[in-house]
């Protein structure tokens, strides 16, 4: 047994560096569970999560608040780390577009989007998704694996290095990431426990420290989930709906097969929390001559009486090999005025990053793809 500074007992460590426990994405009771394990005192855990989560440190010899011999204890057991950036994009408009690499080798995408007076960064929920969307870019790509808290909570963290947003840095005082969407690569509400975990470590107030009133999380209608998202988490939801009835839905987002558009709409009801002051916001992307009629518009309106809402219309950001065109300028402004005068605001969003290939999945697509090519390139070399 060795001895610490304060008194405090601890085995040495057996690992070797490859094997290094990663300590981001341990909530609390872990972390301190892991640190009673491992021999020190409980305000270590505490003085850890203010570093790893606060001030976004990333090195053990670095945490003054803790003793050296402690730090160096600390740097032989574990690790500290988040997804590693590989490639950066910077729109035009000011959005970024990272491909983050996980310890495995599997990528994702984060976004960060700025407005005037606040930034949103967008994150992933899993590698690749289930759902197959046919609207969406991400849904070309098989379903790898779920994210870990970890790789989670880590895009948040790895995106703050880049903006230069943790404390003592010199972006501090003019933060521009105010918001979370998870609104990245996979369904959130089919890896709720990670996803969840990830959130809670988020909305810490010792900690990173994202209120869940600027948080918002994006489901394409996980019915069964969603009254367990309210109540344990409370964040902002977002429903991707898309469509009106349930012939077209199906068509377009086949998980409206297992959970209809009646039954989606009795969850969003029931959702915790739900006001006029907190209301549901629904996603619509206008795809031209989909979903984009003037009784598409009534019917919407129709749907959505009862629910304290807005509308999100999204001009579809068309990708290669994409079967859909965006709805033209004149079709989206008579939609909203439609909703509009139904007492329901219904922005037409700007496209973000149209330059950078900013909708999802677009930039690990083309990573994949790259990396196909480099490997039948290497085979052709191998067997020339």
Known sequence: ????????????????????????????????????????????????????????????????????????????????EVPQVVEEHVSSDGSRKWLMRMVDGHE????????????????????????????????????????????????????????????????????????IVLMGMGEPLFNFDNVSKALHIIMDGEGISISKRRITLSTSGVVPMIGRCGAELGVNLAISLHATNDEVRSRIMPINRKYPIASLMA??????????????????????????STSDALALVKLLSGIPAKVNLLPFNAWPGS?????????????????????????????????????????????LRARQEHHHEDEDHTHG
């Not at 601890?10 to 909530?27: H, M, T, V, Y």
């Not at 970890?150 to 963290?157: D, S, Y």
């Not at 549901?280 to 979903?291: A, D, H, Q, S």
């Not at 005068?341 to 999945?361: L, V, Y």
Request: aromatic share 8%.
């Open 108 to 179: 994702v995408e984060t976004v960060f989007i700025p407005d005037e007076d606040r930034g949103a960064i967008c994150i992933s929920s899993q590698v690749g998704c289930t759902l197959r969307c046919t609207f969406c870019h991400t849904g070309t790509q098989d379903l790898v694996r779920n994210l870990s808290s970890a790789e989670i909570v880590g895009q948040v963290m790895a995106a703050r290095d880049a903006l230069g947003e943790w404390p003592g840095q010199p972006s501090e005082n003019q933060r521009q990431m105010t918001n």
């Open 323 to 367: 079967p859909y065109e965006p709805s033209d300028e004149a079709t989206m402004h008579r939609f909203a005025d439609l909703l509009m005068s139904a007492g329901f605001a219904s922005p037409i969003r700007t496209p973000r990053g149209r330059d950078i290939m900013a909708a999802c999945g677009q930039l690990r697509s083309q990573s």
């Open 267 to 292: 969850a969003c009801k029931a959702y915790p929390g739900l006001s006029n002051a907190r209301r549901i916001t629904f996603e619509y992307l206008m795809l031209k001559g989909i979903n984009d």
């Open 1 to 80: 047994m060795g001895l610490a500074s304060h008194g405090e007992w601890f085995s040495p460590p057996q690992a070797s560096a490859g094997e290094r426990k990663n300590l981001i994405g341990l909530d609390r009771e872990e972390l301190a569970a892991e640190m009673k394990t491992f021999g020190l005192e409980p305000f270590r855990a505490r003085q850890l999560w203010h570093a790893i989560y606060h001030r976004g440190q990333r090195d053990f010899r670095a945490m003054t608040t803790i003793a050296k011999p402690v730090q160096e204890r600390l740097a032989e057991a574990y690790v500290l």
